[in-house]
């Protein structure tokens, strides 16, 4: 997936990540950590948005590991997790029953400028 491959490219990862996901994504040398947010933003724009998927995030009080986005779909409760592997890597059993549904900040028919700046380095077309 192009997400996945734009993930390991420094020069996006220092423009796209906040400083603490920045740090822990050079730590772990997981190239997936921190993009969670921005890659569901991505996705569920590129996929058919609230028809089709509920965003859910894990608080970060409820999880010693930090807030996790992942997109649950509508109807068939599948999961999809392109960032999963920020923890299974590790060993680290997500614990999605904690997940509540949520929005992005951002205005529905438009992505975040973090999100403006991933896709437009990734080159996916919105």
Known sequence: MVLRKAFKIKEIKESVLD????????????HSTGFCRIACEIIYK???????????VISKKQ????????LEEKGTKIILDITSDQYTLKDICI????????????NP???SKKGQLLVKCAG???
């Open 19 to 30: 400083e603490e996901w920045l740090a822990r994504n050079f730590e772990s040398q997981i």
């Open 63 to 70: 999880w010693e590991h930090g807030s996790h986005y992942y």
């Open 124 to 126: 996916i077309n919105i």
């Open 46 to 56: 590129l996929t058919g948005g609230k028809e089709r998927w509920t965003v859910k």
């Open 109 to 111: 028919e438009k992505l």
């Open 95 to 106: 614990p999605y029953h904690l997940g509540r549904g949520t929005s992005f900040r951002t």
